[in-house]
């Protein structure tokens, strides 16, 4: 879906949502033990069962640093992450980028909720045999166990991590392996919560009093609000459903704005209750200028 690149102030930082990629994934994957009956109604799926999806990222501009909360699909993509992911079209990250007057080199942190492809293989670019890396000068965070499983996958999860392409992470000195809830620097957080993944972590960007959650695939869209909406690929589901209610009650509790990665009409957030559960109310952003000069690639 094309719709202009928007974002939110933070004070004098800004939150800029940027679609990465859009794709298509099963949408028995995306919603887990619910039965089709009930999610095909809000998100009709195609001949093949696949629901549209988009990998949306979050460029956090502090005025000294560019950093990214998650890389999304990326372009370097087997066969087999093809057929999987569908992707339609190539990523308009560098583009999207590009637009705003920056270029892959101005990032400077790289944050991942997860190393799942469609978060991960953004910052992978060529030759899917033989990539290099995107962000040259970025120093990378993700949790240290995360790390662990991602690089060694079993049956279960070799088809959602890209291990041979992760070993350049590892290689490129610039890797940083977490532990559990921690500051990365001052104003953006991490908060660990397992569930879809051993090692997934949200990430809280607090700056002049307000407050930007990103809890990537514990909560991918809108539609996911509801304790059971889990994702079929989640590994540990009664994780992802702590976090997740524990999130929203916060976010009800204390006004946050959320970020989703996986809705394709909503980017922003706000979470509020109503007499059933609660309900996402989508937050007025503004569209970002457009830089006045093309950047030199
Ligand atoms: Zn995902």
């Not at 933070?10 to 033990?33: K, N």
């Not at 560098?94 to 293989?121: M, P």
């Amino acid at each position: 879906m094309d719709r202009p690149i928007q974002s939110i102030r933070l004070g004098s930082w800004e939150v800029i949502g940027l679609v990465e990629s859009e794709f298509a994934l099963d949408g028995g994957i995306m919603f887990g033990v619910v039965p089709r009956i009930m999610w095909q109604k809000l998100l009709p799926p195609d001949e093949e069962n696949r629901v549209p999806m988009e990998a949306n990222v979050f460029l956090v501009r502090t005025g000294t640093a560019n950093v990214l909360l998650d890389a999304g699909l990326g372009d370097a993509l087997s066969a087999f992450d093809r057929k999987m992911y569908a992707p339609k079209g190539s990523s308009r990250l560098e583009e999207s980028l590009g637009l705003i007057g920056l270029r892959a080199e101005d990032i400077t942190h790289v944050i991942f909720s997860h190393l799942h492809t469609d978060h991960a293989n953004g910052a992978f670019r060529g030759d899917p045999d033989r990539p290099t890396l995107q962000f040259p000068r970025a120093q990378f965070y993700v949790q240290s166990d995360e790390w662990e499983d991602a690089t060694h996958p079993d049956e279960r999860t070799r088809a959602v991590y890209v291990e041979p392409r992760l070993q350049l992470l590892g290689e490129s000195g610039r890797l940083h392996l977490l532990s559990g809830d921690t500051e990365v620097f001052p104003g953006i957080a991490v908060a660990k919560t397992g569930g879809h993944s051993v090692g997934h972590q949200g990430i809280r960007v607090t700056a002049a009093g307000e407050r930007f959650f990103y809890y990537g695939d514990v909560i991918p869209s809108r539609f996911h609000l509801k304790g059971p909406w889990v994702a079929a690929i989640d590994l540990f589901p009664r994780e992802t459903m702590k976090a997740k209610r524990a999130l929203l009650q916060e976010c009800c509790d204390t006004p946050t704005v959320i970020g989703f990665d996986h809705d394709v009409t909503v980017m922003f957030g706000r979470i509020v209750r109503n007499e059933k559960w609660m309900d996402v109310i989508p937050v007025d952003t503004a569209p970002v200028p457009v830089a006045s000069q093309s950047v030199p690639r």
